[in-house]
């Protein structure tokens, strides 16, 4: 019922919102005077006006259940995401790699590629809201349901992120639908994202279904420099054989990052809140390190003044 009204509500914002802006005088035009607000680590900064590419590493150990011992993951996403015209329709691509500890030694495998298209409406008193549609591309070498060595670097990245357990599904198309809502007051920040995550086999008849959920608190200590924690949740809605008492999957994180003209570095600790993913381990902590690179076509040197 939830993910029902969630639907509901983007769909809402998608196609009623703008016109009900258009109609009471509220133009998208650019520049918008919007509040300026830290964007989250993870979480995409939903109203930015300019070319942007992010780099995040992600390093982890995953502790077993008992009676395994103790391994590390590794994860690589690459992202990048343009406005089209004015602040209000966004495209984007995602790619995710992956590596670590596995039976047969170090390994790599690389994840599936997403196409991501979003539109917002945004207002001057610091509220935005919007939807859109990823649709992933079936490009991954291994699977985190896969019983080999490749299967298991896979499920340790799936593990390591929930939120993107995607990414690591052979031999599937995908459909992302999502909303974003983000409110600022002052120097504070609060964003939101829910999604649904659906994986059709190409193969055979083993679709998934997962419902993921981001939310940010964030503030701004100083001009440069922003505090925060996020919070995330990949709940299995139709996946086989995971247990209702390992459907939902929670990480926290704190972090900070520096706000600088051309680029946006931030630093982020995590770990989970109850069973990791469909409880295939006991527990996971590591860190997360993110570069996000500002290209402004406008200024002379094409990165941003502040």
């Known amino acids: 019922m939830k993910t029902g009204a969630a639907l509901v509500f983007a769909?809402?914002?998608?196609l009623v919102a703008?016109?009900?802006?258009h109609a009471q005088g509220t133009a998208f035009a650019d520049p918008y005077e919007l509040p300026d607000a830290p964007r989250p680590p993870t979480l995409p900064e939903i109203t930015h006006g300019d070319i942007e590419g992010t780099l995040e590493t992600t390093a982890g150990e995953i502790v077993p259940n008992p009676g395994g011992q103790p391994t590390h993951g590794y994860v690589q996403r690459f992202a990048v995401e343009a406005p089209i015209g004015p602040r209000r329709w966004f495209l984007g691509l995602e790619y995710e790699a992956a590596a670590g500890s596995a039976q047969n030694g170090f390994q790599a495998v690389g994840g599936n590629v997403e196409l991501e298209g979003r539109t917002l409406w945004a207002t001057r008193t610091g509220l935005?809201?919007?939807?859109?549609l990823g649709l992933m591309l079936p490009t991954a070498s291994a699977s985190s349901d896969d019983a080999s060595s490749a299967g298991e670097v896979a499920l340790h990245a799936a593990t390591l992120r929930p939120w993107d357990?995607?990414?690591?599904?052979?031999?599937?198309?995908?459909?992302?639908p999502f909303i974003d809502v983000r409110a600022i007051d002052g120097p504070f920040v609060a964003q939101f994202r829910q999604g649904l995550d659906l994986a059709v086999s190409t193969t055979a008849i083993a679709d998934r279904i997962y419902a993921t959920t981001g939310v940010y608190f964030g503030l701004r200590?100083?001009?440069?420099?922003?505090?925060?924690?996020?919070?995330?949740?990949?709940?299995?809605?139709?996946v086989p054989n995971v247990q209702d008492g390992a459907r939902a999957n929670f990480v926290v994180s704190p972090n900070v990052r520096l706000v600088l003209p051309w680029v946006e570095p931030a630093i982020s600790m995590f770990t989970n809140v109850g069973t990791p993913l469909q409880g295939a381990s006991e527990r996971i902590w590591g860190f997360r390190v993110a570069f996000t690179l500002v290209y402004d076509s406008s200024a002379t040197l094409r990165v941003r003044s502040r």
């Open 11 to 14: 769909g809402w914002a998608v």
């Open 221 to 238: 200590a100083t001009r440069q420099v922003a505090v925060g924690v996020e919070a995330f949740e990949a709940y299995a809605i139709d």
């Open 18 to 21: 703008p016109g009900l802006a």
């Open 128 to 132: 935005a809201f919007g939807g859109g």
């Open 165 to 176: 357990v995607s990414f690591f599904i052979t031999d599937a198309l995908g459909v992302r």
